[in-house]
């Protein structure tokens, strides 16, 4: 029998705990966009310290070193900080999960499998979600700071990111589509462990293997297709910087590590791709149909 929540307790669930925390969550986000700034910086730093050396001016290291300490203080309290939000998180959100769907008649299993999901999902707002950060920051970053060594790659670098969304648009959607498969088999698991028929379990093991095993294959074709188009780019980046004249060895490697910082990050698109298509299907999965 489904016992609604009432008037007035919409967050009182798992996804309304979730809402509450959204502030302190912000909060860790925006240390991770700090961190992020500094990472970026690190490249010119260099690049400025190499040439410092180069022209006899050794003062030019320090701006490395202020943003390096920088980097340590606020890297330092972040993980501290996130550790605690997070791990309180997953355990009031699993322990909403459980009150309310059993309210609602679910299944054992599928609870089980839902509180599973729960985990992920936090597991992806704790460590994936600022990877991701740092993935936009890191392309949009890199992309600013090559254009201002040099336009021409910097345009190379940006044009490269056409052809990659475009097979990541394409591939997200078949992912999409098996991630809500494996979802929905991976939520029968303790029924299946429960029966005694080892064919069942046969099949169900099976089924996961088949759903995962597909889900790989298009994280690799959509890998192998950008690295051919990234392989390109970066070839004409790193001919630009080794014939432009009157270059200083410290802006040649601020080049190089800025289209390769570029091609690093696009390396991590076809799996969050595949993330996100799984938690927008987890959210339905324990999102309340009161």
Do not use: C
Request: glycine share 6%.
């Amino acid at each position: 029998m489904n016992t609604p929540n009432p008037l007035g307790q919409k967050n009182d669930t798992a996804l309304g705990a979730l809402k509450q925390r959204r502030l302190p969550i912000a909060f860790t986000y925006s240390l991770s966009f700090v961190e992020n700034l500094f990472e970026l910086a690190y490249p010119w730093a260099m690049g400025l310290a190499i040439n410092g050396l180069i022209i006899g001016q050794p003062s030019l290291i320090w701006p490395l070193v202020a943003i390096w300490l920088a980097h340590i203080a606020v890297g330092a309290f972040r993980q501290l900080y996130d550790t605690r939000l997070f791990s309180r998180l997953n355990a009031k959100m699993g322990t909403k999960t459980v009150r309310d769907q059993r309210q609602d008649g679910v299944s054992v299993s599928e609870i089980t499998a839902r509180v599973e999901m729960i985990e992920e999902l936090i597991e992806f707002l704790e460590h994936e979600m600022p990877i991701l950060l740092a993935m936009v920051v890191g392309l949009v970053g890199s992309l600013v700071f090559l254009a201002l060594y040099d336009v021409g790659s910097g345009l190379v670098m940006l044009a490269l990111m056409i052809p990659i969304l475009a097979i990541n648009a394409i591939t997200g959607v078949r992912a999409y589509r098996n991630n809500v498969a494996l979802n929905s088999q991976w939520e029968k698991q303790v029924e299946v462990i429960s029966d005694r028929r080892p064919r069942r379990w046969h099949v169900h093991f099976g089924r996961l293997a088949k759903w995962r095993i597909r889900l790989s294959d298009l994280d690799a074709t959509s890998w192998s297709l950008a690295q051919l188009f990234t392989l390109v780019a970066v070839i004409i980046v790193i001919h630009r910087a080794a014939t432009g004249e009157g270059v200083l060895a410290g802006d040649v490697f601020a080049v190089l590590s800025y289209a390769l910082r570029v091609e690093q990050n696009l390396d991590e698109v076809p799996s969050f791709v595949q993330q996100v298509g799984r938690l927008v299907d987890i959210r339905r999965r324990i999102q309340n149909s009161r």
